[in-house]
């Protein structure tokens, strides 16, 4: 089976169940969905970054953004208690390592690495439940976030292989070696494209200047997302983050633009339409 026929039976399993969620109007649904991307993607992130180190230590990890994640997401209203986790989970990495620390010499960035994937994952991928939450539209902002970073990929993927040929230039060949410049144009005009959809479709409060100040800003975001994951597995020297998407790599090879995408959307969102 060839890569692309992967990835499409793949999305055909899975697309039918987010979107019943996203539907249907108690935002728990979306909430266990995006739970349970945030444990995968934290066992992967520690898998890649802690690869020789106990299963304990890249278990506390994980525990920790989770724990993140939910008060993120229970208690969005209450700053104190954000606050409050974010010190407990800096302070229980920190005090793990005190009592656990083995290898002194390398203490400091196996702490590093624990603490940059509780925000990296657990952090950020909350913001997606949190647009559930909105309200009467928050399951129309889940549809943009989504959309507008998972068009970005296919309209890349067929600006590059159609239309790149004529224009090889790379986008950033040392971190991600088949990327192009017309591949991102090409993601670009997709995110437009989703947010277009939304305004002619299921949202039509949004202007088209919503549009182009969802799209383009989301979209460059999610793009460097994309790099960013790419220069973490290169710095440790594997091809995907994990196997458990046919076609699609691991969970963060699926969301790593989503984590930079979903917190801009939801900020806008507050901004420019309140909490409904």
């Known amino acids: 089976m060839s890569n692309l026929a992967a990835r499409l039976l793949t999305a055909a399993v899975l697309i039918p169940v987010l979107v019943a969620?996203?539907?249907?109007?108690?935002?728990?649904?979306?909430?266990a969905i995006v739970f349970l991307a945030t444990f995968l993607g934290l066992r992967e992130f520690y898998n890649m970054t802690l690869p020789n180190e106990p299963v304990l230590e890249r278990g506390?990890?994980?525990?920790?953004?989770?724990?993140?994640?939910?008060?993120?997401?229970w208690f969005d209203s209450s700053p104190h208690v954000l606050l409050a986790a974010l010190a407990f989970a800096?302070?229980?990495?920190?005090?793990?390592?005190l009592f656990r620390y083995r290898d002194m010499d390398s203490v400091a960035s196996r702490m590093a690495r624990m603490l940059a994937g509780i925000l990296y994952v657990g952090l950020l991928l909350a913001f997606v439940a949190l647009l559930k939450k909105r309200g009467s539209d928050g399951g129309a902002w889940v549809f943009i976030t989504l959309t507008c970073t998972w068009f970005s990929d296919t309209g890349a993927y067929f600006a590059g292989r159609f239309i790149g040929p004529a224009w090889p230039k790379k986008l950033y060949e040392s971190v991600s070696p088949k990327k192009t410049v017309i591949g991102g144009l090409g993601g670009v005009a997709a995110s437009?494209?989703?947010?277009?959809?939304?305004?002619?479709?299921?949202?039509?409060?949004?202007?088209?200047?919503?549009?182009?100040l969802v799209a383009i800003p989301a979209n460059m975001l999610g793009q460097m997302g994309d790099l960013c994951e790419s220069m973490l597995?290169?710095?440790?020297?594997?091809?995907?983050?994990?196997?458990?998407?046919?076609?699609?790599?691991?969970?963060?090879?699926?969301?790593?633009a989503l984590l930079f995408t979903?917190?801009?959307?939801?900020?806008?969102?507050?901004?420019a339409y309140g909490r409904i």
């Open 262 to 271: 979903a917190p801009y959307i939801y900020f806008y969102a507050r901004w």
């Open 192 to 212: 437009f494209g989703a947010l277009a959809l939304a305004k002619l479709w299921y949202l039509p409060s949004l202007t088209w200047a919503d549009c182009a």
């Open 21 to 31: 969620a996203i539907l249907w109007s108690n935002p728990i649904a979306v909430w």
């Open 233 to 256: 597995k290169r710095s440790v020297g594997v091809k995907d983050s994990g196997a458990l998407l046919p076609g699609h790599g691991g969970m963060l090879d699926r969301i790593d």
């Open 90 to 97: 800096t302070i229980g990495a920190f005090l793990f390592y």
């Open 60 to 73: 506390v990890g994980v525990v920790l953004g989770l724990g993140v994640a939910a008060v993120v997401y």
